[in-house]
């Protein structure tokens, strides 16, 4: 199966904006969740929850009227879990280069229509980078677990 990236090209708009006068951070984290949710189902071929993202790193605001661009990419599976790279770019409309502006990793998982989780294909990485994507994936779920054992006592 062919894992091509995902990705939305839209201009941001002012009902985008924060207080600040630059798009709002809640407004960039439902892009990313929506590039998600295709790139998992498109994978899966199923309905896919969020079950977790993690480490969403802002490096720049993104300003309105920008053209915003948002990857998503299937960088390790599981069983039934697909942990999605995203990253979001944007860039005036004058300007002829994307700059990255956030990133994060996402992790859904499919589920039939009692909520009951489905299977999904294997990713099998082929290039370097795909693997280094996927040893990528395997470290953050490592540091999942920990951090998840720290907050045991205030569940």
């Known amino acids: 199966m062919e894992n091509k990236p995902i990705t939305f090209q839209f ?12 798009v709002h951070g809640g407004s960039v984290m439902k892009w990313i969740d929506q590039a998600g949710y295709a790139c998992a189902t498109t994978w899966s071929g199923n309905y896919s929850v969020t079950v977790y993202v993690g480490g969403i790193r802002f490096y720049e605001p993104i300003k309105i009227g920008e053209i915003v661009k948002v990857e998503a990419q299937v960088i390790y599976t ?31 998982v ?29 470290r953050l779920m490592e540091l999942r677990t920990q951090i998840e054992d720290e907050m045991k006592p205030f569940l």
């Open 78 to 108: 599981g069983s039934s879990s697909m942990h999605i790279s995203i990253n979001v770019f944007s860039r005036n409309l004058k300007q002829p280069n994307f700059d990255k502006k956030t990133h994060c990793i996402i992790v859904f």
């Open 11 to 22: 201009i941001s708009e002012p009902s985008d904006v924060n207080y600040g006068g630059n």
């Open 110 to 138: 499919a589920v039939d229509e009692n909520g009951k989780k489905l299977p999904v294909p294997k990713w099998i990485p082929e290039t370097e980078e795909e693997k280094q994507q996927e040893q990528y994936a395997k």
